[in-house]
C-alpha cells in the first residue's frame, strides 16, 4: 500500500485597508463605518452587519499577529496563521510605520511611563487617535532599548531585530542617535524643524562623527556614541580665528564666491564674514563639552541660521557660501600642512553644511 502525506492549508488573508486602519487607531466600528463611506457595500454587494463582522474577523486575527508583531523574528515562526512571506513583510513594515508628527513631539524626549501617560497631547495636538500614538510611542522605545547597547551600525542592528526596510531603519536609526545624545528638539525655535530635518542631521553624524565613521581612530563600532576623540580634536579649529589666518580666509573666500551670492547676502558677508567663522568655529569647539552639544541644532538655528535669514540669505547663498567657506580653508598652509587638522576641518564641515542647508527653511 503506498503512503500519502496530505497537507490542507488555509491562508490568512489580510486585508490592506482594514489593517491600515486598525494601525491608526480606530475602532472595528469606525472602520467599518469608514469602508462603508469608501462605498464598499455597493461593491460587493453587503450589508452594513456583514461588513461589521468581516471587521472584527480581522481585528481578533490583528490583535493575535500583534504580539509577534512587537517581536517580528517571530512572524514567520508563528504557526497560528498561514501568511505568505510577503504578507508578512507588510505587516511588520506597516506596524512600525509612525506619523511624523507624532514622532517628531516625542523626539529627543526621555521615553517614560510618564512620557507615554501625557499622550493625549499629542494625540489632540496632531490629531492622531491616541491608541496610534501609543502604538507608536512603544515601537520607538522597544527599538531604543533593544540597539542602544549593542555595537555595529545602528540601521544593520534595526534591520536584523525589527526586520525593517532600509529607509524606515534608518529613520529609527536617527531617533535612537538623537535619544541616546539627549540632542534638544524641543525649543520653541526649533518648532519649525521637521522630523526629516532631524534624520537627515542625525544620519550625516551618525555617518562621519560616531565611533563607527570610517575616519575614528578606535574601533569601538558604536552608532549611536559620538566619536569623543574627535570632538575633544574640534578645538585645534580655533587657529583659524587667529587674525592672519581669519583675514587670509575671509579674502579667499569672498574671491571664490565673488558674483554668485544675492546682493543681500554678499553685503552682509563683506561686513559680517569674521563673525559668522568665529561662530561656526566657536561651535565646534565647544562640542566637547556635553551641554554644549545637547545644544547643538539651537545654537545653529540661533548663532547662524536665524542671521542669515534676517540678512535675507536665500538656501543657495548659504550653500554657496558653505562650500567655498569648507573648500578655501582646505587650500590654506595652516591647514593644509597639518593632515590631521584637515580631517577634522573635513568631518565638521562636510557634516555641518550639509545639516545647515538641510535646516535653513528661507
Given at each position: 500500500?503506498?503512503?500519502?502525506?496530505?497537507?490542507?492549508?488555509?491562508?490568512?488573508?489580510?486585508?490592506?485597508?482594514?489593517?491600515?486602519?486598525?494601525?491608526?487607531?480606530?475602532?472595528?466600528?469606525?472602520?467599518?463605518?469608514?469602508?462603508?463611506?469608501?462605498?464598499?457595500?455597493?461593491?460587493?454587494?453587503?450589508?452594513?452587519?456583514?461588513?461589521l463582522s468581516d471587521t472584527l474577523d480581522h481585528y481578533r486575527n490583528f490583535f493575535v499577529l500583534e504580539r509577534y508583531l512587537k517581536n517580528p523574528v517571530l512572524v514567520g515562526d508563528?504557526?497560528?496563521?498561514?501568511?505568505?512571506?510577503?504578507?508578512?513583510?507588510?505587516?511588520?513594515?506597516?506596524?512600525?510605520?509612525?506619523?511624523?508628527?507624532?514622532?517628531?513631539?516625542?523626539?529627543?524626549?526621555?521615553?517614560?511611563?510618564?512620557?507615554?501617560?501625557?499622550?493625549?497631547?499629542?494625540?489632540?495636538?496632531?490629531?492622531?487617535?491616541?491608541?496610534?500614538?501609543?502604538?507608536?510611542?512603544?515601537?520607538?522605545?522597544?527599538?531604543?532599548?533593544?540597539?542602544?547597547?549593542?555595537?555595529?551600525?545602528?540601521?544593520?542592528?534595526?534591520?536584523?531585530?525589527?526586520?525593517?526596510?532600509?529607509?524606515?531603519?534608518?529613520?529609527?536609526?536617527?531617533?535612537?542617535?538623537?535619544?541616546?545624545?539627549?540632542f534638544e528638539t524641543g525649543k520653541k525655535r526649533l518648532g519649525y524643524l521637521t522630523f526629516p530635518d532631524f534624520v537627515h542631521c542625525a544620519n550625516e553624524m551618525i555617518t562621519n562623527?560616531?565611533?563607527?565613521?570610517?575616519?575614528?581612530?578606535?574601533?569601538?563600532?558604536?552608532?549611536?556614541?559620538?566619536?569623543?576623540?574627535?570632538?575633544?580634536?574640534?578645538?585645534?579649529?580655533k587657529i583659524l580665528s587667529e587674525k592672519e589666518h581669519l583675514d587670509e580666509h575671509r579674502v579667499a573666500v569672498l574671491k571664490a564666491i565673488h558674483g554668485k551670492l544675492s546682493t543681500?547676502?554678499?553685503?552682509?558677508?563683506?561686513?559680517?564674514?569674521?563673525?559668522?567663522?568665529?561662530?561656526?568655529?566657536?561651535?565646534?569647539?565647544?562640542?566637547?563639552?556635553?551641554?554644549?552639544?545637547?545644544?547643538?541644532?539651537?545654537?545653529?538655528?540661533?548663532?547662524?541660521?536665524?542671521?542669515?535669514?534676517?540678512?535675507?540669505?536665500?538656501?543657495?547663498?548659504?550653500?554657496?557660501?558653505?562650500?567655498?567657506?569648507?573648500?578655501?580653508?582646505?587650500?590654506?598652509?595652516?591647514?593644509?600642512?597639518?593632515?590631521?587638522?584637515?580631517?577634522?576641518?573635513?568631518?565638521?564641515?562636510?557634516?555641518?553644511?550639509?545639516?545647515?542647508?538641510?535646516?535653513?527653511?528661507?
Amino acid at each position: 500500500m503506498a503512503n500519502v502525506d496530505i497537507f490542507v492549508g488555509n491562508e490568512t488573508l489580510i486585508d490592506p485597508d482594514v489593517y491600515q486602519l486598525w494601525l491608526d487607531g480606530y475602532t472595528a466600528q469606525e472602520t467599518a463605518q469608514i469602508l462603508q463611506k469608501r462605498g464598499i457595500l455597493q461593491q460587493y454587494g453587503a450589508t452594513f452587519d456583514m461588513l461589521l463582522s468581516d471587521t472584527l474577523d480581522h481585528y481578533r486575527n490583528f490583535f493575535v499577529l500583534e504580539r509577534y508583531l512587537k517581536n517580528p523574528v517571530l512572524v514567520g515562526d508563528q504557526l497560528l496563521m498561514q501568511i505568505s512571506p510577503q504578507t508578512q513583510a507588510m505587516l511588520i513594515e506597516k506596524y512600525y510605520e509612525f506619523d511624523s508628527s507624532v514622532v517628531r513631539e516625542l523626539l529627543g524626549k526621555k521615553l517614560t511611563t510618564r512620557q507615554r501617560n501625557a499622550l493625549d497631547d499629542v494625540s489632540d495636538k496632531t490629531r492622531v487617535p491616541l491608541r496610534s500614538c501609543r502604538r507608536q510611542f512603544d515601537n520607538v522605545k522597544q527599538v531604543f532599548k533593544t540597539v542602544e547597547e549593542m555595537l555595529g551600525s545602528l540601521v544593520d542592528n534595526i534591520k536584523t531585530h525589527f526586520l525593517l526596510s532600509d529607509h524606515l531603519a534608518k529613520q529609527y536609526a536617527a531617533i535612537v542617535f538623537i535619544t541616546n545624545n539627549r540632542f534638544e528638539t524641543g525649543k520653541k525655535r526649533l518648532g519649525y524643524l521637521t522630523f526629516p530635518d532631524f534624520v537627515h542631521c542625525a544620519n550625516e553624524m551618525i555617518t562621519n562623527w560616531s565611533y563607527s565613521s570610517k575616519d575614528c581612530k578606535h574601533h569601538d563600532d558604536m552608532d549611536q556614541d559620538l566619536d569623543r576623540d574627535f570632538l575633544i580634536d574640534l578645538r585645534d579649529l580655533k587657529i583659524l580665528s587667529e587674525k592672519e589666518h581669519l583675514d587670509e580666509h575671509r579674502v579667499a573666500v569672498l574671491k571664490a564666491i565673488h558674483g554668485k551670492l544675492s546682493t543681500s547676502a554678499a553685503v552682509e558677508l563683506d561686513h559680517n564674514f569674521k563673525n559668522i567663522s568665529k561662530t561656526l568655529i566657536n561651535v565646534a569647539s565647544g562640542l566637547n563639552h556635553s551641554r554644549e552639544l545637547r545644544d547643538l541644532f539651537e545654537d545653529f538655528v540661533d548663532k547662524f541660521i536665524d542671521p542669515c535669514k534676517q540678512a535675507k540669505w536665500t538656501q543657495n547663498d548659504v550653500k554657496i557660501f558653505l562650500q567655498a567657506y569648507a573648500e578655501v580653508a582646505q587650500q590654506m598652509h595652516v591647514v593644509r600642512s597639518n593632515s590631521q587638522l584637515l580631517k577634522v576641518w573635513e568631518r565638521y564641515t562636510g557634516t555641518i553644511s550639509s545639516c545647515l542647508i538641510q535646516m535653513y527653511h528661507p
